[in-house]
């Protein structure tokens, strides 16, 4: 059998579904598959009139599809070319480099503690994400044809979708050229798309750059037990 044929068989029909929300059923039985040739040999579809109605495409699925409207071409202010785009499951060795790369001090302030070792599982709820509850928007470069990922922005929504928590981090090589700036520019629209009442973010009193990336995009920096919470209200 063409697997490969036979993969792109179960892509298109997937995308088919995730296209189309007035299929309410469609049965493809049986799908006959040779060396040569993929052929369905009966088929049946049921539509759903009513779904023709909703205004949000994707409430006919489980899990929202990869948001490709969220890959942005970019440029450092050195020049250097980024692409800023969502996380997707098999970045893991990539999110694996990157927070291993990170000094010692940039580690704290993202994780509140040294992150030394990471396991499987932790990359898998890093890279795995809800794109409808979490959204991460990863820095990617390329050096000598190696993609590498140099930061990384996050914006999880709290149950009841009205807040919703930021968090960003840059390898240490890269901050000061205007990343961080374009990630939480980034999140801030994210949140807005999301209908969200406001972001906040938990800043350590001693993480002096994110304190003032926060202030100059308009946030309201409040006194906590962890040092600082960072609020921007949206509505």
């Known amino acids: 059998v063409d697997m490969k044929a036979l993969e792109e068989i179960v892509v298109r029909f997937s995308n088919l579904i995730v296209d189309f ?10 799908l006959a598959a040779s060396r040569d040739d993929i052929t369905a040999l009966d088929a049946r579809a049921t539509i759903d009139v009513e779904a023709l109605k909703q205004t949000d495409p994707h409430a006919h699925l489980s ?3 990869y948001p490709t409207k969220y890959v942005v071409p970019w440029r450092l202010k050195d020049g250097t070319e980024v692409l800023l785009r969502p996380i997707r499951p098999e970045d893991e060795k990539i999110e694996y480099e990157f927070i291993k790369g990170l000094s010692e001090e940039t580690s704290r302030f993202r994780f509140f503690r040294i992150i030394k070792e990471l396991s499987h599982e932790d990359l898998v709820r890093f890279c795995n ?15 000598a044809g190696v993609k590498k ?13 009205k807040r919703g928590e930021f968090a960003i981090v840059l390898a240490d090589k890269y901050q000061g050229k205007g990343l961080g700036t374009k990630l939480m520019d980034m ?3 994210i949140a807005q798309e999301k209908r969200l009442e406001s972001i906040y973010g938990i800043i350590m009193r ?3 750059k994110m304190i003032r990336l926060a202030q100059k995009m308009g946030f309201t920096i409040r006194p906590s037990e962890e040092g600082y919470v ?3 209200d949206l509505i």
């Open 187 to 189: 999140l801030i629209e």
């Open 129 to 143: 994400i809800d794109y409808d509850r979490e959204m991460a928007i990863i820095a990617e470069i390329t050096e």
């Open 149 to 161: 990922e140099i930061g990384v922005a996050r914006l999880i929504t709290e149950p009841g979708k």
């Open 63 to 65: 899990i929202l599809p």
């Open 21 to 30: 929300p007035e299929f309410a059923e469609i049965d493809i039985n049986p």
């Open 230 to 232: 960072a609020t921007l």
């Open 206 to 208: 001693e993480n002096k």
